[in-house]
Nanobody, 119 residues
Framework: QVQLVESGGGLVQAGDSLRLSCAASGRTFSSYHMGWFRQTPGKLREFLAA????????SYVDSVKGRFTISRDNAKNTVYLQMNSLKPEDTAVYYCAARAYGTFEYKFWGQGTQVTVSS
């Protein structure tokens, strides 16, 4: 069982940066792939980025490549999403999620943190 708590959201202007954090409970954090997703009202939850347990492998959706960076600190049980050059269309609730090795489903989710980008 993994419990996830996101933080770092807020209201920023277009072009600004934010770093989201996701703190995880448990002693086996490094055994989980971690992902970041976002959702806006009326739309499906969108995958943004993922990182392997060791942190040596990452993947991104094309729309955030070059602007967002996912990273993790296993000593702190925390995964981050650095977001640069934010755009109004990045406005959403951002979620982190955990997927155990050998599984295909992100089974554990945080409560989300709101990011609002004004133009």
């Amino acid at each position: 069982q993994v419990q996830l708590v996101e933080s770092g959201g807020g209201l920023v202007q277009a072009g600004d940066s934010l770093r989201l954090s996701c703190a995880a409970s448990g002693r086996t954090f490094s055994s989980y792939h971690m992902g970041w997703f976002r959702q806006t009202p009326g739309k499906l939850r969108e995958f943004l980025a993922a990182i392997s347990g060791s942190g040596d492998s990452t993947s991104y959706v094309d729309s955030v490549k070059g602007r967002f960076t996912i990273s993790r600190d296993n000593a702190k049980n925390t995964v981050y999403l650095q977001m640069n050059s934010l755009k109004p269309e990045d406005t959403a609730v951002y979620y982190c999620a955990a997927r155990a090795y050998g599984t295909f489903e992100y089974k554990f989710w945080g409560q989300g943190t709101q990011v609002t980008v004004s133009s």
